[in-house]
Structure formats: structure tokens, C-alpha cells
């Protein structure tokens, strides 16, 4: 697994999913997007965000995404994949990531409406 130990104990530890944006070294709307959301406070406030290049671990890329660039991941603390979300604009992942961080915090809160 590319992610660091750290990664999946600050996951916990701070309560916070887990934003992975796989990159390509021929990606460069996959770069773009990586900064933009790992620059946005309110992303940074609710997820932990860091980039996986997805051609260093291609299993791992395959296992969390549809293999499809630029991508998302959302997972938790222990790995299990949260949310995936598909898309080259930026404002629309960021968009989604916080519609996945409110359905998910309603769920923490037993409020399933």
C-alpha cells in the first residue's frame, strides 16, 4: 500500500476520511486538480488529502478507482473505500467531497435522512 502508516493513524486520530488523488506522470489535469483541492481550506478542514501516483502502484490504483484519471478516492482510517469520484474539474470534486464529508458526518450521527 503506498500510503504511509501516518496517513491511516492521523486518519483516526483526527476523525477525518481520507482524499486520495491519483495522479499519472502524463496527467497533467490530475496535477491541477491534486493542488486545487489539497489548497482549499474547507477540504483540508474535513479530509486528510494526498496524492497517489496511480502508474508507481497500479494494483492499489485498480483497487480503490474504476481506473479511470483524474480521480478521487475517498476511504477511511482502514482503508475501506468511502466514495469515488470521476471528474477533471476541480470545483466539482471539490463540490462532491463535501456533499460525501455532510453524508458521511450524518451517518457518524446515527441522522439517516
Known amino acids: 500500500m503506498p500510503l504511509e502508516p501516518r496517513v491511516f493513524e492521523d486518519s483516526k486520530f483526527y476523525g477525518k476520511p481520507i482524499a486520495i488523488t491519483f495522479t499519472s506522470k502524463n496527467c497533467d489535469q490530475c496535477e491541477t486538480a491534486f493542488q486545487e483541492i489539497s489548497n482549499d481550506q474547507d477540504i483540508k478542514k474535513r479530509f ?10 497500479l494494483p492499489y490504483f485498480v483497487s480503490l478507482t474504476r481506473g479511470i484519471l483524474p480521480c478521487v478516492s475517498v476511504i477511511d482510517h482502514e482503508g475501506g473505500l468511502l466514495s469515488l469520484i470521476e471528474s477533471s474539474n476541480p470545483g466539482f470534486v471539490k463540490e462532491k467531497l463535501m456533499l460525501t464529508y455532510e453524508r458521511l458526518d450524518k451517518l457518524v450521527k446515527g441522522d439517516y435522512s
Open 48 to 57: 486528510i488529502v494526498v496524492k497517489v501516483r496511480a502508474d508507481d502502484d
